[in-house]
């Protein structure tokens, strides 16, 4: 069993997939064999539909479906607003997207998402598309988890990250309900965050357009943004040791890198650490920004 990975910037950092896809297909011996891209996911700037984050994506979304439809790539549309009202089932562009998206190449494409009433919507125009249940429902408790797996209509269930580690209780799961599965690896927010819906929310408000405050984060250290060596400090942080020895071999192979909303140097870091063997880091860096030249102050 392989762990099959899903990472952020479909819209966000198609540069940067740009240079790394074709390194991670010709140099394939750089990169553990027990690995693979299973999907990229994103929104572009202004999206109505888009949550989870505020999205900048500014990346054409025809090369965008170009690119994943070049390596044979599932894209992901993260649509996963969870404030969407019947009139916003209309909006121009986001249908656009999925006409574009839904029929894109031979690798089926999908949709990350939080409403009920879109998923309906997509079912019923968009049928070529698969649907995962996004981590922005905040499943938080095991019984949540698995009555969303039990839902037909969804591929794949992104629990909150807090789930992460209650084995005993995943390891309980069917084997198809372990295929559901989708951790969420790299999260940085706090374990005991009792705000975490509502920080969704704003997102979704924030879409739509509705005037609102800033969700004021209550996390000790909110004021250090996100840095991935805290990520690995918390409780919820899934590593390569733990996918390895522990989550692959309990039959889990789904795995979420988050980042939509951080820089590229920051993504490039993640591709290095989940994908990339020690001894050939340095080179896949090299190729993607070192040179002899370069100044970083």
Same mark, same amino acid.
């Given at each position: 069993? @392989? #762990? /099959?990975?899903? +990472?952020?910037? &479909? =819209? %966000?950092?198609?540069?940067?997939?740009?240079?790394?896809?074709? *390194?991670?297909?010709?140099?394939?011996?750089?990169?553990?064999?027990?690995?693979?891209?299973?999907?990229?996911?994103?929104?572009?700037?202004?999206?109505?539909?888009?949550?989870?984050?505020?999205?900048?994506?500014?990346?054409?979304?025809?090369?965008?479906?170009?690119?994943?439809?070049?390596?044979?790539?599932?894209?992901?549309?993260?649509?996963?607003?969870?404030?969407?009202?019947?009139?916003?089932?209309?909006? @121009? #562009? /986001?249908?656009? +997207?999925?006409? &574009? =998206? %839904?029929?894109?190449?031979?690798?089926?494409?999908?949709?990350? *998402?939080?409403?009920?009433?879109?998923?309906?919507?997509?079912?019923?125009?968009?049928?070529?598309?698969?649907?995962?249940?996004?981590?922005?429902?905040?499943?938080?408790?095991?019984?949540?988890?698995?009555?969303?797996?039990?839902?037909?209509?969804?591929?794949?269930?992104?629990?909150?990250?807090?789930?992460?580690?209650?084995?005993?209780?995943?390891?309980?799961?069917?084997?198809?309900?372990?295929?559901?599965?989708?951790?969420?690896?790299?999260?940085?927010?706090? =374990?005991?965050?009792?705000?975490?819906?509502?920080?969704?929310?704003?997102?979704?408000?924030?879409?739509?357009?509705?005037?609102?405050?800033?969700?004021?984060?209550?996390?000790?250290?909110?004021?250090?943004?996100?840095?991935?060596?805290?990520?690995?400090?918390?409780?919820?942080?899934?590593?390569?040791?733990?996918?390895?020895?522990?989550?692959?071999?309990?039959?889990?192979?789904?795995?979420?890198?988050?980042?939509?909303?951080?820089?590229?140097?920051?993504?490039?870091?993640?591709?290095?650490?989940?994908?990339?063997?020690?001894?050939?880091?340095?080179?896949?860096?090299?190729?993607?920004?070192?040179?002899?030249?370069?100044?970083?102050?």
């Amino acid at each position: 069993m @392989k #762990a /099959c990975y899903h +990472l952020p910037g &479909l =819209f %966000e950092f198609t540069e940067l997939y740009r240079v790394f896809l074709p *390194l991670f297909r010709t140099h394939r011996d750089w990169f553990y064999d027990w690995c693979e891209i299973g999907s990229v996911y994103g929104a572009p700037a202004d999206c109505l539909w888009g949550g989870g984050r505020v999205g900048f994506g500014d990346e054409a979304p025809e090369q965008a479906a170009a690119l994943m439809r070049e390596y044979g790539i599932s894209a992901r549309l993260t649509f996963s607003n969870s404030l969407l009202r019947i009139e916003h089932l209309a909006d @121009k #562009a /986001c249908n656009a +997207l999925c006409a &574009l =998206f %839904e029929k894109s190449g031979k690798v089926p494409n999908g949709v990350i *998402l939080h409403s009920d009433l879109l998923l309906d919507y997509l079912q019923k125009n968009y049928p070529g598309f698969y649907f995962v249940s996004s981590t922005t429902k905040v499943l938080t408790e095991f019984s949540q988890l698995k009555n969303e797996l039990n839902r037909p209509e969804f591929r794949f269930v992104v629990p909150d990250f807090r789930l992460n580690k209650a084995l005993e209780q995943l390891n309980t799961l069917t084997a198809a309900q372990k295929q559901k599965v989708e951790f969420l690896c790299n999260e940085c927010c706090w =374990f005991a965050c009792p705000d975490r819906k509502a920080c969704y929310e704003n997102v979704s408000r924030k879409n739509l357009g509705e005037d609102c405050a800033d969700h004021f984060c209550a996390s000790p250290d909110a004021r250090r943004g996100y840095r991935f060596s805290d990520a690995m400090k918390n409780p919820g942080f899934l590593g390569i040791g733990d996918i390895q020895t522990v989550y692959l071999p309990a039959g889990f192979s789904h795995f979420k890198i988050e980042g939509r909303s951080l820089g590229s140097a920051l993504i490039l870091e993640f591709l290095l650490y989940y994908l990339t063997k020690p001894e050939h880091q340095l080179q896949v860096r090299e190729e993607i920004y070192l040179d002899s030249t370069l100044d970083l102050f």
